[in-house]
């Protein structure tokens, strides 16, 4: 399905944290209005030996910074078992900003590999996950785009539909007087 905004997202890391950059296009009719039903998520399924995925989510306002896990809860007879359990709070950080005048906004998400109980990904790791956004253009319509979907799954949380994210090389940090290699 066509969607009527773009988003785009960018994901790099490091020793610490994964980074994960989105950036929504806001249609002119939007730029001074409501953004409140505006949301992008992110869906991530490390490579730890455990089945856990970490939702993070986020719309044009800060405080809007949720997330959630789904697979801590082991007991079947506790009602978070099999659900994404929104009383897990992970330690991660979103800002965002708004540019109206470029038709845009932002967000970065800084999710420390610990957070996931992972450590850094190795060159060459592979991790699951997804990406979306729900794109409200009236009160009456929403536009929903996921990044990796397949022919007759439409949920973001669908684990069947995950992407591959394949990492490459972390930036490693320089010791003052040390040459960096890889």
């Not at 972390?170 to 040459?179: D, L, Q």
Request: hydrophobic residues 35%; negative net charge; charged residues 25%.
């Amino acid at each position: 399905t066509k969607v009527s905004c773009k988003t785009t997202v960018q994901v790099l890391h490091d020793d610490t944290n994964l980074y994960v950059r989105l950036e929504s296009q806001m249609p002119a009719e939007q730029r001074n209005g409501s953004l409140d039903a505006e949301l992008v998520e992110v869906y991530l399924a490390p490579s730890t030996g455990r089945d856990i995925v970490y939702r993070f989510s986020i719309g044009p306002k800060a405080e809007s910074k949720a997330d959630a896990a789904l697979g801590l809860v082991s007991d079947v007879m506790d009602p978070r078992h099999g659900r994404f359990d929104p009383d897990w709070t992970g330690e991660w950080t979103a800002d965002t900003r708004l540019e109206p005048r470029e038709g845009r906004w932002l967000a970065l998400l800084t999710i420390p590999h610990k957070t996931m109980e992972a450590e850094r990904p190795a060159s060459g790791a592979t991790w699951r996950g997804n990406f979306g956004r729900i794109h409200a253009p009236a009160p009456d319509r929403v536009e929903p785009s996921i990044w990796s979907a397949t022919a007759g799954v439409g949920s973001l949380d669908d684990r069947d539909a995950f992407g591959e994210l394949v990492f490459e090389g972390a930036a490693h940090s320089e010791t003052p007087g040390r040459e960096a290699r890889n």
